[in-house]
Every structure is written in C-alpha cells, then in structure tokens.
C-alpha cells in the first residue's frame, strides 16, 4: 500500500514486511484467505505502528493514530487504504482454526510452559492461547480465567472452535474450578494437550472427558 513510494507491504506467510518504507519483522505471518490477505490485529498494529482493535459486537476496525512522525498524516490511508486488508479473526474462521490447531499434533506436553516460541511445548491452556492468538483474540494464560470468558453454550449448540472446560479432581481446593481446556473440533472431538503424546484429538462424548466436563463456553 501506498502512493508514489511503497509504504507497507506484507507477502503471505512471511513474517518480513515493509512499514514506511523500512524493513520490519512481524509476530504473525499473513495468510490468505478467500483470496485476500489477512492479518490478526496484533500484525497489523505493528505494520502501522499503531493500536489496532476489533470491536467483535460490531465488526468495526479501530485504528490509532498511525505511528510513524515523520510522516505525515493522511485520514484517507485510514479510510480507504485498509479495505484491501482484512482481519483474520474467529468468526467465519473456525475451519481454519481448526487446521492450524493440527499443525501441532504431536507438540510435546510440559506442564506450566512458556511461550510456544521458546519452549516448542505447550500446556493445555498456553495451546489455546497460541492457537485463538493466532486469529486474534488475546486469552489469559490459565484455564480458570479462560473459563470467565465469552458465553455459555449447551452440547447441543457447540460449534467448532468452542472451549471446553475440565474438573482435574484434586488439583485445586474445589473440582468445579477448571483444570483444563480443549477446542472443539466438531463430530464430537476435541483438540487438547494432556501428558504423552502431547498435541492429540480426543473424544468428549464417551470415556474419562465425558465425564469430566464443567463448562462449554464460545469466544469470539
């Protein structure tokens, strides 16, 4: 994007990008989706140097001032310039979610993991957390506090890409606090992370996480 010069330019699952004009590295590849190019917000406020928030009730783009001084300030490039862009976001997404989810089949377990980056192991929570990071919705570290979030939903109604939240009886001073979260997968499957053999697919309609299930809750 830009005028005369190139301002910003960003290429489809690579993390090497233009901003005003010099070379940055992203946090998050662009990808393409129905053949447009789509960042979380997180890659695109670093791209324009600026906050960026998607306001999820009303679909709106909010964007700070652009970032770069010595520029100056164009409103268009805010209002005409970013409609080539789109936000890659949950909803419309879940599929996509889902594939990228099992990019990591077979990730080793580490209870209490650090970033996926440094560790290349997650826990249970730190798996979902880099998975919905990766369309942009920012989740708390532990289960409980993922577990206060979004709304409640019945098995009836759960759609891909839900979580669903686990008792580990014994692990805190009250079963019904979450112990561990998957994501939904649809035809009564999860994608989670226990033990061996790390990133796998279980199912939640039969066996031990059938009868250990707290809460399904939807985030978007």
């Known amino acids: 994007m830009g005028y005369t010069d190139v301002m910003f330019q960003v290429q489809p699952s690579q993390r090497d990008a233009v901003s005003y004009g010099k070379q940055i590295s992203l946090s998050q590849a662009p990808i393409t989706q129905n053949g447009q190019v789509c960042l979380t917000e997180t890659a695109l406020g670093e791209l324009l ?3 960026v928030r998607l306001d999820r009730q009303t679909g709106n783009l909010h964007i700070g001032t652009l970032g770069d001084k010595d520029q100056e300030k164009d409103s268009n490039l805010q209002q005409t310039g970013l409609q080539r862009m789109n936000i890659l976001s949950l909803a419309g997404n879940r599929d996509e979610l889902v594939s990228y989810a099992k990019q990591f089949m077979g990730v080793p377990y580490d209870f209490g993991a650090s970033s996926y980056e440094q560790s290349k192991a997650f826990d249970c929570s730190s798996f979902t957390s880099h998975v919905f990071k990766r369309f942009g ?24 890409g839900d979580l669903i939240f686990f008792t580990v009886p014994g692990r ?9 979260v998957g994501i939904y997968i649809g035809n009564g499957k999860m994608i989670h992370t226990w033990g061996k053999p ?3 697919v279980s199912s939640i309609d039969t066996g031990y996480w059938h009868d250990a299930i707290l809460s399904m809750r939807r985030v978007q």
């Open 172 to 180: 805190f001073e009250n079963d019904k606090i979450p112990g561990h």
């Open 49 to 51: 140097q600026t906050d």
């Open 137 to 160: 919705i920012n989740l708390p570290r532990l289960a409980r506090d993922q577990a206060k979030l979004g709304t409640k939903v019945e098995r009836s109604s759960l759609q891909t």
């Open 198 to 200: 790390g990133v796998e």
